[in-house]
């Protein structure tokens, strides 16, 4: 199992933002592993992520976590 860091999620966060990737599939891409999926990263981990960017449930874009609003759009989805 890969080493989770801050570090690594924050690489993460950079790569999936402006892509409709799934977090999923960012994760087996940064570690190499195909069988990795977002269940084997820490709780703490997912808010760090959380922190910076965040999945449109209408678009599934990932934007800056502080363009999506209290039910899960982004700018574009809202307007």
């Known amino acids: 199992m890969p080493e989770f860091t801050i570090e690594a999620i924050t690489r993460i966060a950079e790569t999936i933002q402006g892509t409709c990737k799934s977090l999923d599939q960012v994760l087996q891409e940064e570690f190499g592993d195909d069988s990795l999926t977002i269940e084997q ?28 609003d209290e039910d899960g759009n982004c700018d574009y989805c809202r307007g």
């Not at 990263?41 to 999506?68: K, R």
């Open 41 to 68: 990263v820490p709780i703490a981990l997912l808010y760090h992520l959380d922190s910076i960017t965040m999945e449109c449930q209408t678009c599934n874009w990932w934007c800056e976590a502080g363009e999506i």
